[in-house]
């Protein structure tokens, strides 16, 4: 791939050749064979040759450019993916403490909503290809069961008020979640410094 300034002693060095052609036709055609050269055509058919050059220099200067545009939108790009994928997860781990406050406090309606939220979120996850070469598809399918399950044992405790459920159990399951969302967050803010 050439680089600008390849490029631009290519055209010098084209104007160059093309100055001493011009200075060869005019003064040394005539002395050869006037009637068989003719000076302005062989200066035109120069002049042609060297536009052609010039042109396909100046489409590889914006072929190269335009990659170098393309390669610096794709990082970016990245980058802001990377980004993204790290406050969807912080924004996980915080609906994972709020559940536990509120299963805490007996507020099981506001604990529903998050625990949905949050299943929500795992797959999410689980569908998006970024994630899958961090954390694998089974401790993904374990972690959406578990909320699911969980998120039954709610729905019977919000339907029959006499019925206790174990916090204790809700909130162990979703410590394992915290713990696995955060070593995933970990990761990825490692591959993010990579990238």
Known sequence: MLNIKQIDKQVAWSIAVFIAIAIGTIFIAPKI????????????????VIGLIH??????KAISISNASKNAAENARDKVMAFISIVDLTKLLKTIQETQKYNRHKEFSLSHLRMQELRE???????????SSVISDKKMSGMISMMSTDICSLDKQLVSKGEQIDISILNNN?????????????????QEEQI
């Open 174 to 190: 979703l410590d394992s979640i915290l713990k696995e969302l955060d070593v995933l967050n970990s990761k990825l803010r490692f």
């Open 121 to 131: 979120g795992l797959q999410i996850i689980r569908s998006n290809p970024k994630y």
């Open 33 to 48: 064979n006037a009637v068989l050269l003719n000076s302005a055509s062989i200066i035109g058919s120069v002049a042609s």
């Open 55 to 60: 042109v396909w220099l100046q489409v590889t």
